[in-house]
């Protein structure tokens, strides 16, 4: 039995890890950590865990916290982890940071775009994007994985197989993703109120979200050449899920049956992707409690462009999901193990 760790459990991202978790047959969780709750029992903060025979709150979020884990979670803001990793590692801890520190393979990108000084920049080098779908033998060897972002994780799985194989313009590529209220975190904020959401949809962190380099920096890869892409965010009045669209330029004449093969054959064995046939497009109840991503393509021959949908649950395949898949496959453990879930519809 692997004994976790999760430090930050009272979010949303970490109450996902502790659901998710309860349910894995190989996991114990065996330590949480809370600032704000310390000392109480898990379902005096969140009643649908009422009966859970798991640990208190602990109130610090030092390594001390977490000693005797084998897994440790960091569901922690940016700029926590740079100081926790290091000594985590000393002990042998495999960790997984859920936070954008460990995305990059560049600090100073990291630096630019978070404005904080990345004090672990070798251990960058060293950190697996926790990508397994491109990135899973990476993983398997890793004892530090930064887990990609949930915006990240919907676009690069839609077109990275694409531009890998040359097929879409790395030069013009534009993302509109809207995204649940659930990926702004557990916190009181006027923005996220009920009558401020409910209705409403709106745009935000136009040209400047931070989710930009990580997306250009996978998309980069797979295009073997610096991309730059537009991405234009979006906050739907839902509390979970995200559907990004993208629109990319052809590079020579197919047809959406062709591009549908191409996206099956790129993800053939894989558990959680799913290529969603003509006439069908994919939506967000079809993903919503699951670890999967559901792509769906269409090619306008008018404008010769490839129009992508991807749909995700921003807090499973997107954040916690994934996560239990990375340690899944850092364990030595069946990939799918504890993440088999059906959507839950409606």
Known sequence: MIKVGIIGAS???????????????EAEVTAITSRTYEGRKLEEV?????????????????????????VVFLAMPHGVAINLVPSLLEKGQKVIDLGADFRFRDAQIYESWYKLQHTQRELTKNAVYGLPEIYRKQIRQAMLVGNPGCYPTSIILAIYPLLKAGLADPDRIIIDSKSGVSGAGRKADLAYNFPELFGNFKAYGLAGHRHTPEIEQELSLAAGK?????????????????????????TKEIT???VEEILTRSYQGEPFVKIIKEPRLPELKWVAGTNCCHIGVRVDRRTNQLIVVSVIDNMVKGAAGQAIQNMNLMCDLPETMGLQQWPVYP
């Open 46 to 70: 969140y009643g649908g865990f009422t009966g859970w025979n798991g640990p208190v709150f602990n109130g610090s979020d030092s390594i001390d916290a977490v000693a005797g884990c084998d």
């Open 11 to 25: 979010g949303y991202t970490g109450s996902e890890l502790l659901r998710i978790l309860a349910q894995h047959p």
């Open 256 to 258: 959406t049956e062709e």
């Open 226 to 250: 610096a991309v730059k892409a537009t991405f234009s965010p979006h906050l739907l009045p839902v509390a979970r899920g995200i559907l990004s669209t993208i629109y990319l330029n052809l």
